[in-house]
């Protein structure tokens, strides 16, 4: 006897419930952390690069800035500044930028910025060299809940970019740069 019953196609079983709900909530997360991550943070970190830029060394159409007057008081040769040189002039434009406190702290290569805003702090950090006659960052990183908005590279990018226009623009030269403890050294020509 032959038996007349058809088989009907499988179905393919879709996770219900809970743990279905869960694996499309973290696909769909996943999916915009890797379009901000990929889109939006590195030209957020442009952006704020260039916005830190002009308060402190703004193009040439806009009004004065700390940061044009600082590189034409410069003299030319070896100069060293302290760490609290450093602080001093930060306390002195700090209404300029939008941050509540900032402070600098000259370790062996490396400077350390920590900048209180919005009621919240990070701290940067970055060596320097000079190559070619520009200021180049060595190693740029940030700590603290900035680090989730902003690469330290694009940031510190868009810093090094217009600090190395100023130079440029007043014909100066960096001929070396190092950072030891408390002390800042730079040569110019």
Same mark, same amino acid.
């Given at each position: 006897?032959?038996?007349?019953?058809?088989?009907?196609?499988?179905?393919?079983?879709?996770?219900?419930?809970?743990?279905?709900?869960?694996?499309?909530?973290?696909?769909?997360?996943?999916?915009i952390v890797a379009l901000y991550?990929?889109?939006?943070?590195?030209?957020?970190?442009? +952006?704020?690069?260039? !916005?830190?830029?002009?308060?402190?060394?703004?193009?040439?159409?806009?009004?004065e800035a700390p940061l044009p007057?600082?590189?034409?008081?410069?003299?030319?040769?070896?100069?060293?500044?302290?760490? /609290?040189?450093?602080?001093?002039?930060?306390?002195?434009?700090?209404?300029?930028?939008?941050?509540? +406190? +900032?402070?600098?702290?000259?370790?062996?290569?490396?400077?350390?910025?920590?900048?209180?805003?919005?009621?919240?702090?990070?701290?940067?950090?970055?060596?320097?060299?000079?190559?070619? !006659?520009?200021?180049?960052?060595?190693?740029?990183?940030?700590?603290?809940?900035? +680090?989730?908005?902003?690469?330290?590279?694009?940031?510190?990018?868009?810093?090094?970019?217009?600090?190395? /226009?100023?130079?440029?623009?007043?014909?100066?030269?960096?001929? /070396?740069?190092?950072?030891?403890?408390?002390?800042?050294?730079?040569?110019?020509?």
């Amino acid at each position: 006897m032959r038996s007349s019953a058809r088989r009907l196609p499988a179905r393919r079983r879709e996770p219900s419930g809970c743990a279905g709900q869960l694996i499309r909530l973290s696909v769909g997360l996943l999916v915009i952390v890797a379009l901000y991550l990929l889109l939006a943070r590195p030209q957020l970190s442009a +952006a704020l690069g260039r !916005g830190i830029a002009d308060l402190i060394a703004p193009s040439p159409a806009t009004a004065e800035a700390p940061l044009p007057e600082l590189i034409a008081a410069l003299p030319t040769g070896e100069v060293t500044v302290s760490e /609290a040189e450093i602080n001093g002039y930060l306390a002195g434009i700090e209404q300029a930028l939008p941050v509540e +406190a +900032a402070s600098v702290r000259l370790i062996a290569n490396r400077a350390i910025i920590t900048v209180r805003a919005y009621g919240m702090t990070s701290v940067a950090s970055s060596g320097i060299t000079v190559r070619d !006659g520009r200021v180049v960052p060595v190693d740029p990183q940030i700590e603290g809940p900035l +680090a989730a908005l902003v690469s330290a590279s694009d940031l510190s990018a868009a810093l090094n970019e217009r600090l190395n /226009a100023e130079l440029l623009r007043q014909g100066r030269q960096v001929v /070396a740069a190092r950072i030891d403890d408390g002390i800042l050294t730079i040569v110019l020509r």
